[in-house]
C-alpha cells in the first residue's frame, strides 16, 4: 500500500490496495456479490453486504479516499446527493439549524430548502464574502455550516479560513462539498474542514459513465453518516466502485491537464474582443484570484463567461461549436457546454438568478482533455460566426 508520505499521484494507484494480490491480479477483481458468508460477526452492520458498503470494492476506495484528502475515514456513495443527504442528515436533527453558503449546488439547495424542513431542520443562507454578517445568522442551535470549495456557476472562492475560524469558535461542524476542487488542487481537512464531501460523478471518476459520491472526515462523523447511509439505502454497486477506482487513477494526470487547459482558455477567453466577462479563479481580474492562488495548487478545469450580444448571441454561439457537447454536469474528460440559466439554475426564479449573479446569457464551459489548441480554435470559429450572425441582423 501507498506509505502516507506518498506522494498523491502514487497514492491514487496505490492507496488501498489489497496485499498479497488477490491471485496475482494486478487490478483489484469485482465483488459482484450482494451477500458474503457469515463469519461470527457480532454487529448487523459488520456483516458483509453490498448495502452495508463494506465489499473489498468499498474497503478499497473508502481507504484511498481518505489517503487522497488526509481524512481518518471515508465512505463512498451512491451519487453526489446520497452522500450530500445523508451526511446532513447524520448531523443534523430535529430542532437544529443549518448555516449555508447563498449560491450552492442545485440538488443541495432544494434539499436543504425543501426536505430537510420536513424533518424539523431549519437554514440561513449567508453571503460567503461577507463574513462579519454569519454571526448574525447564528442562533442557540446552529450546528453546522456548508460551503463549496468553489461556487458553480461563477466560480467564487469564498473566504474559506474564515469558515473554519468561525466554525471553531462556535461550536459548529464544518462542511464543504470539494467537487470542483478535487484533492489535486485542494485538501479542505487540512485547513480545519470536518467533512469533505464530493459529486464523484463528476472529476474524481472523470468519464462521465457513472454516479458516484463520497464523504471523507473524522472516523466518528463518517461512522454515524454511514449508519445513516445503511439505512437510506444509497449504497454504491460494486461494478461502479470498480470503475470509480479506475477512473481515479488518472486524477492527477487529468486534472493538472484542465487546469492548465482552461488557464489558457480564460486568458483567450478574456483578451476576445466578443467576450464582455470570464469567470476563472485563475485570472488575475476574478475577485477570489488571490484567495483562490494561496489557497489551491491549481484553479480547475472550469469557466464560464458571458458574451457582449448576451442570451441571444449565447444561444447561438452554444449551436456554432462543434467539439463540446450541449450537456449538464462537469468534470469529464470530453468538453461540455452549458448555459446555466437553462439547466443547472433552471429552477430558480429569474430574479433570484440575478441576484446571485447569474445573467441569462452566462455561458458554463467544463474543460475536457481534448487538446487546448483545437478547443481554442472551435471557441474562435464560434465566436467569429456568431458577432458575424449578430452584425447581420443589427443591419436588417
Ligand atoms: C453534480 C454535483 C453534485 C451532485 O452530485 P450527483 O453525483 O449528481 O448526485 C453536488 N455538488 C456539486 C458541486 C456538483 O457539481
Given at each position: 500500500?501507498?506509505?502516507?508520505?506518498?506522494?498523491?499521484?502514487?497514492?491514487?494507484?496505490?492507496a488501498g490496495?489489497?496485499?498479497?494480490?488477490?491471485l496475482g491480479a494486478v487490478c483489484m477483481p469485482i465483488f459482484q456479490s450482494a451477500n458474503f458468508e457469515y463469519k461470527g460477526e457480532d454487529k448487523q452492520e459488520a456483516l458483509i453486504y453490498m448495502r452495508h458498503n463494506n465489499t473489498p470494492n468499498h474497503?478499497?476506495?473508502?481507504?484511498?479516499?481518505?489517503?487522497?484528502?488526509?481524512?481518518?475515514s471515508a465512505?463512498?456513495?451512491?451519487?453526489?446527493?446520497?452522500?450530500?443527504?445523508?451526511?446532513?442528515?447524520?448531523?443534523?436533527?430535529?430542532?437544529?439549524?443549518?448555516?449555508?453558503?447563498?449560491?450552492?449546488?442545485?440538488?443541495?439547495?432544494?434539499?436543504?430548502?425543501?426536505d430537510l424542513p420536513q424533518f424539523g431542520i431549519s437554514h440561513d443562507f449567508v453571503d460567503g464574502e461577507d463574513v462579519d454578517s454569519w454571526k448574525k445568522k447564528l442562533k442557540p442551535n446552529t450546528k453546522a455550516f456548508y460551503v463549496e470549495g468553489i461556487s458553480n456557476p461563477l466560480m467564487e472562492v469564498i473566504h474559506l479560513e474564515a469558515v473554519v475560524k468561525f466554525c471553531k469558535e462556535n461550536n459548529l461542524i464544518s462542511i464543504i462539498d470539494n467537487t470542483i476542487p478535487t484533492p489535486i488542487n485542494f485538501r479542505p481537512l487540512d485547513l480545519g474542514f470536518d467533512l469533505s464531501l464530493h459529486s464523484a460523478t463528476k472529476y474524481l471518476n472523470g468519464h462521465s459513465d457513472i454516479v458516484a459520491g463520497a464523504c471523507i472526515g473524522k472516523n466518528t462523523l463518517i461512522e454515524k453518516i454511514t449508519h445513516m447511509l445503511n439505512h437510506l439505502g444509497g449504497s454504491l454497486d460494486a461494478h461502479t466502485a470498480f470503475?470509480?477506482?479506475?477512473?481515479?487513477?488518472?486524477?492527477?494526470?487529468?486534472?493538472?491537464?484542465q487546469?492548465?487547459?482552461?488557464?489558457?482558455?480564460?486568458?483567450?477567453?478574456?483578451?476576445?474582443?466578443?467576450?464582455?466577462?470570464?469567470?476563472?479563479?485563475?485570472?488575475?481580474?476574478?475577485?477570489?484570484?488571490?484567495?483562490a492562488k494561496a489557497l489551491f495548487s491549481g484553479f480547475s478545469g472550469m469557466i464560464s463567461f458571458e458574451l457582449k450580444g448576451g442570451a441571444q448571441a449565447a444561444e447561438r454561439f452554444v449551436s456554432a461549436l462543434e467539439i463540446p457537447a450541449y450537456a449538464p454536469s462537469l468534470g469529464g474528460v470530453e468538453t461540455l457546454i452549458t448555459l446555466p440559466a437553462k439547466t443547472s439554475h433552471a429552477g430558480l426564479s429569474q430574479e433570484k438568478r440575478q441576484?446571485?449573479?447569474?445573467?441569462?446569457?452566462?455561458?458554463?464551459?467544463?474543460?475536457g482533455i481534448e487538446a487546448t489548441v483545437d478547443l481554442i480554435a472551435d471557441l474562435e470559429q464560434a465566436l467569429k460566426k456568431t458577432s458575424s450572425t449578430l452584425l447581420h441582423s443589427t443591419i436588417q
Open positions: 500500500m501507498a506509505k502516507a508520505s506518498s506522494k498523491i499521484e502514487t497514492q491514487l494507484i496505490h490496495e489489497v496485499k498479497p494480490r488477490i474497503d478499497l476506495l473508502h481507504k484511498k479516499l481518505a489517503t487522497l484528502e488526509n481524512g481518518e465512505l463512498v456513495t451512491a451519487s453526489g446527493m446520497a452522500a450530500i443527504s445523508a451526511a446532513l442528515l447524520a448531523v443534523l436533527s430535529s430542532g437544529d439549524h443549518l448555516l449555508a453558503q447563498n449560491c450552492l449546488y442545485g440538488g443541495t439547495h432544494s434539499f436543504i430548502t425543501q470503475l470509480l477506482d479506475r477512473g481515479m487513477k488518472t486524477l492527477a494526470l487529468r486534472v493538472r491537464h487546469n492548465e487547459s482552461a488557464m489558457n482558455i480564460a486568458r483567450f477567453l478574456e483578451k476576445h474582443p466578443a467576450v464582455s466577462r470570464v469567470n476563472y479563479p485563475g485570472l488575475e481580474s476574478h475577485p477570489s484570484h488571490q484567495r441576484q446571485l449573479g447569474i445573467s441569462e446569457g452566462l455561458i458554463r464551459f467544463s474543460v
